[in-house]
C-alpha cells in the first residue's frame, strides 16, 4: 500500500510540474478550483472511477507476474541438472514474483472493498434525496388541502346520497290499486276448502264393486287349443314312423 500511495504521489506531482502556464489568469483560476476541489474533497464517482482505475492496473501486474513465475518454471525445468545455478537463480525470481503475487492479492481485495462501500453509500444517499423530494412533495400537497373543506364535502355527499336513496324509493313505489295480501291468502284459503268438500262429496256417490265371480277363460277357447295339441302330437308320430 504505501509503494501505491508513494506511486500516486510522484505521478500527481510530475503530472503538475509538467503542465504549461498558459497566462496569470488561467493559472488563478485553475488554482482556486484546485484548491476548491482539495477542500470538498473528491466526490464519490471520481473516487469510484480512481479505485476502477487502480484495479485495472493491479490486474494487469498480476497477468504480467503469472506470465513471468511460468517463464520462471519453464527456466528452472530446462536447466535442471545442467545448470544447477542458473536453475536456482529462477527458482528465486519466481519466489520473489509469487510475493508480489500475494501483495497484489491483498490489495485487490482491499480496493474492492472500498469500491463497493462508496457505490453502497453513493446508492443509499441518492436513495434518501429521493425519498426527501417526496416527502417534500407530499407535505406540498397536503398544504394545499383544507380539512375543514373535505368534511363539508363528505357532509354534501352524504345528503346527496340520501336524496337519491329517497328518489329511488319513490320511483319503484307500483301504480294503480292497493290490496291487503292478507286478504287475498284468506280468500284463497276458503277456495280451496271449497273445493276439497266437493271432491269428497264426488266419492261418495262412486258405482259399488260387482260381487260375482268373472269366468277366467272361454270353454270353446281351451278345447280349441287341447284340439291342436292333440293334431301336432299325432303328425309328428306320423313322420317319425314314415322316415
Known sequence: MSKISKMFKVSSSSSSSSRPSSGSSSGSVSRSKHRSRSRSGPSPQEAINRLRETESMLTKKQE?????????????????????????????????FEQQLTQIDGTLSTI??????????????????????????????????????????????????????????????????????DELLAELAELEQEELEESMKNMGRLPSVPTTKLPSARPSHLATSKKRVEDDHDMKRLSAWAS
Open 64 to 96: 504480467y507476474l503469472e506470465s513471468r513465475i511460468e517463464q520462471e518454471i519453464t527456466i528452472a525445468k530446462k536447466n535442471g541438472t545442467k545448470n544447477k545455478r542458473a536453475a536456482l537463480q529462477a527458482l528465486k525470481r519466481k519466489k520473489r
Open 112 to 181: 474492492e472493498f472500498l469500491r463497493e462501500a462508496l457505490e453502497n453509500a453513493t446508492t443509499n444517499t441518492e436513495v434518501l434525496k429521493n425519498m426527501g423530494y417526496a416527502a417534500k412533495a407530499i407535505k406540498g400537497v397536503h398544504q394545499n388541502i383544507d380539512l375543514d373543506k373535505i368534511d363539508t364535502l363528505m357532509q354534501d355527499i352524504t345528503e346527496q346520497q340520501e336524496v337519491a336513496q329517497e328518489i329511488s324509493d319513490a320511483i319503484s313505489k307500483p301504480f294503480g290499486d292497493q290490496f291487503d295480501e
